[in-house]
């Protein structure tokens, strides 16, 4: 089992920006990768970030890619998503989920087994 509990969302005005974390816990060793999705209300939640472990090969889709960085402190077992640049599009739930051992498409949501609680990101016009 793995636990994940991200921090760091809030309220911030469209061109600012926000840093999420993403702290795991428990059989951390068993995951490939590390992810970040996001989830407005009505809509799929949707792949924005990810990180592979072992060697740092970081993922983005082309909606985010530019302006979110994710980075890791595997000595902290900890993820980061840094959101630069906000809009007011950008506003959602932020989930940090962790993958199986076994990865086939590291951007893909049914490879996350793990889930956060999530962390609200709102930005303001």
């Avoid at 060793?29 to 996001?38: I, K, L, Q, T, V």
């Avoid at 990810?50 to 595997?74: C, E, H, L, N």
């Avoid at 076994?102 to 049914?110: F, Q």
């Avoid at 889930?115 to 709102?122: A, F, L």
Wanted: with cysteine; charged share 20%.
């Amino acid at each position: 089992q793995v636990q994940l509990v991200e921090s760091g969302g809030g309220l911030v005005q469209a061109g600012g920006s926000l840093r999420l974390s993403c702290a795991a816990s428990g059989r951390t060793f068993s995951s490939y990768a590390m992810g970040w999705f996001r989830q407005a209300p009505g809509k799929e939640r949707e792949f924005i970030a990810a990180i592979s472990w072992r060697d740092g090969i970081t993922f983005y889709p082309a909606s985010v890619k530019g302006r979110f960085t994710i980075s890791r402190d595997s000595a902290k077992n900890t993820v980061y998503l840094q959101n630069n640049s906000l809009k007011p599009e950008d506003t959602a739930e932020y989930y940090c989920a962790a993958t199986s051992p076994v990865v086939d498409r590291i951007t893909s949501l049914p490879e996350y087994i793990y889930w956060g609680q999530g962390t609200q990101v709102t930005v303001s016009s």
